[in-house]
């Protein structure tokens, strides 16, 4: 086939001898494929503005619901899922109850959808193959990845399935904590009835599903809340000890993603606590850790017995300084032991335990199906309309949000 004179010319850059003679000839190229094409692309533009508009008007009358799953598309001889939109969806899962509860048993297995669109919860069922309470969890926008004890689960958030993976953790152990950036996750610190306090942080690479140990943080810790931006994750607070419930952290434990490294930053949360939740905005600017146990001396802070109770305060974490403050702002109620998963304007905080007054007096514990609603812009919490199918705590949380 001969070549096309527009694009091949006789004077042709890489044809011609002198940076004057080539440059000229490359401005001939474009000049020519300039006024060539420009009727011809003024009529394809028209052409594909009428068509696109008709296209959007009859794709409008049957576009699914957030809520409903994508359907796949055909390229050449393959078939490939449609991704759904990040931050649109999340679930809870899992979780535990009283061991003499009749609902232990669907409690196991269960996942639930939360679908931030509509506020809906839809229970989908028994999905797991084993009880995840106490695990950590990470996700990419399209996939979940569950720990507990050594093994690992990933959930499709395409298809709604979830499968044992064959890599695992390098330390069994549960009441994990999660750092992730887009590229990878961390399943870090937890607890073993076995060694007590765990110190070891596994980096699991999104891409090829591999899990790997490498090392320790600066601090063991179990229940504590771990949070982060692309570039850091963060360790705060925390149980140092376990059990014992009095020996509770409020230090914050930077970790670089970029060189694995970790450093004990100056800033501190306004109490000591552990069993709260964070989740991160999608500006990233900064993270709100919520709730959490605590312990103190009611009525009388020097010579009362020390109680413990359920935070309803927030505090919010501002990455630019690595700065701390106390919102005014409270939770309904105090709330612990609960699972948060966000978009990127709100985080929703699920389970858990409550107490009505958290600060005046000592109460019990209440496991509760309570959503919660936390919006970025207003700062303010609220109780949705919607609950979980049954009342649990322990749950373990992921959604498909990106930052």
């Known amino acids: 086939m001969p070549k096309n004179t527009l694009l091949f010319p006789p004077s042709f850059v890489f044809d011609t001898i002198g940076a004057e003679s080539g440059i000229s000839g490359l401005q001939i190229a474009v000049n020519n494929l300039a006024v060539a094409s420009k009727s011809g692309a003024m009529r394809q533009a028209h052409a594909l503005g009428v068509g696109g508009r008709n296209s959007i008007k009859n794709q409008n009358k049957g576009m699914p619901t957030l809520n409903s799953l994508l359907p796949t598309r055909s390229v050449g001889k393959y078939t490939v899922a449609s991704s759904i939109p990040t931050g649109t969806l999340g679930y809870f899962l899992s979780g535990w109850v009283d061991a003499s509860d009749p609902n232990s048993a669907l409690v196991a297995t269960r996942v639930e959808r ?5 506020n809906t919860i839809t229970n989908l069922g028994s999905l797991l193959t084993a009880n995840m309470h106490g695990g950590g969890a990470i996700a990419n926008p399209s996939y979940g990845y569950i720990a507990q004890f050594t093994y690992l689960w990933r959930m499709t958030f395409q298809s709604e399935s979830i499968s ?15 750092l992730k950036n887009k590229s990878r996750g961390y399943f870090c610190l ?20 591999v899990c790997a140990g490498i090392g320790t943080v600066i601090q063991g810790r179990a229940w504590a809340t771990g949070f982060g931006n692309n570039f850091n ?10 059990s014992i419930a009095t020996m509770l952290a409020n230090n914050i434990e930077r970790f670089s993603y970029a060189s694995e490294s970790k450093v004990d930053i100056s800033a501190i949360l306004s109490s000591a ?19 959490g146990d ?6 009388d802070p020097v010579n009362s ?22 919102l005014g702002v409270t939770l309904p109620n105090g709330r612990t032991l609960f699972e948060s998963i966000g978009s990127p304007a709100r985080s929703v905080l699920a389970g858990g335990t409550t107490h009505t007054d958290s600060y005046s007096t000592q109460n019990a514990y209440a496991l509760t199906t309570q959503i919660t609603d936390l919006t970025f812009a207003t700062e303010v919490a609220t109780i949705l309309g919607a609950t979980l199918s049954i009342a649990r705590y322990y749950t373990v949380s992921l959604d498909n949000s990106s930052f």
């Open 114 to 118: 939360f679908t931030f669109a509509t």
């Open 233 to 242: 994750g963060y360790l705060c607070g925390g149980s140092l000890n376990g």
């Open 190 to 209: 937890g607890w073993s009835s076995f060694d007590g306090t765990i110190y070891d942080i596994d980096r699991f690479s999104f891409s090829g599903e």
């Open 273 to 291: 606590r552990n069993k709260g939740s964070s989740w991160t905005p999608g500006t990233s600017f900064a993270s709100y850790l919520v709730g």
């Open 305 to 326: 017995a020390v109680r413990k109770f359920s935070s309803n305060k927030i505090d919010k974490f501002t990455f630019a300084g690595e700065t701390v403050a106390l």
């Open 294 to 299: 605590c312990n103190n001396r009611f009525p």
């Open 164 to 178: 044992l993976l064959g890599q695992r953790l390098s330390f069994s152990r549960y009441m994990i904590s999660n």
